[in-house]
């Protein structure tokens, strides 16, 4: 299973690569230029956040197509939450996020 995961990210990320002119990988997932937090495609809404760590009070919680990982950190700040697992489809999510959010990717 892991391989081929491996392999689909890698195609993704190759395809990300190739075709410049795209934000999305065949997949739907974003290219690393359209992930970043500058681009015109992501918002955090804090007051979401908030709510969303009381509605997870003492909860494990996964987050799909979690992005970089924003509402994990402001989730897991509160105390809240007891544990919170991060997966994007974006290929090339485990880089961008590394050492920050830990966001592993996932093909859905």
Known sequence: MWLILNEQQ???RLICETKRQTETSETGGWCR???DMKSKYHYTDT???AA???LFNNKTVIG???G???YRRLILATGKV???DSYDGAPDIDNITRGQASVKYQHF
Do not use: E, I, M, V
């Open 33 to 35: 230029s359209a992930s």
């Open 64 to 66: 799909l197509g979690d």
């Open 82 to 84: 007891t544990k919170y």
């Open 47 to 49: 007051r979401l956040a």
């Open 52 to 54: 969303l760590a009381n």
């Open 68 to 70: 970089q990982g924003h």
């Open 10 to 12: 890698r195609h993704q």
